[in-house]
C-alpha cells in the first residue's frame, strides 16, 4: 500500500511539475565567462560588449535613462567570470538590475524599492 501510495504521489509530481518548470526561464548566452578590462568607458557601451558577445539582446525598462548609461564612464575588470555574475556586478554599479524575458532577452529595470 505504501509502495502504490508513493508511486501515485511520484506520478501526480512528474505530471505538475512541467508547469511549474516553465515558469523559470533561465538566460542561455552563447558565452558563459566574460573577460574584460575596460577603464573610464561608458555603462552603455560596457553593456553593449559583454551582451553582444553573449548573444544576448537587451531592453529598457521605460523609467531606465539611457542617457546617462551613456554618460556615465566607469572602470569594470573581470576574469572569466560567469556571464550572469559580470552582468549583475556591472548593473548593481549603477544601481541598476535585469529580469530574464527569455533565454537570449534580458531587460534592464531599476530595482525595486526595500519595503
Known sequence: MLKQLTAALVLIGLLFLPAFAQDIVRLVPTEPTITADYRNIPV???????TKDAGITVQFAPDVKQEALQKQEINFQMSHAAFEDALTFLLKSVNLTYKVMDAKTIQVITPPSPQ
Open 44 to 50: 552603455s557601451d560596457i553593456l553593449t560588449n559583454i
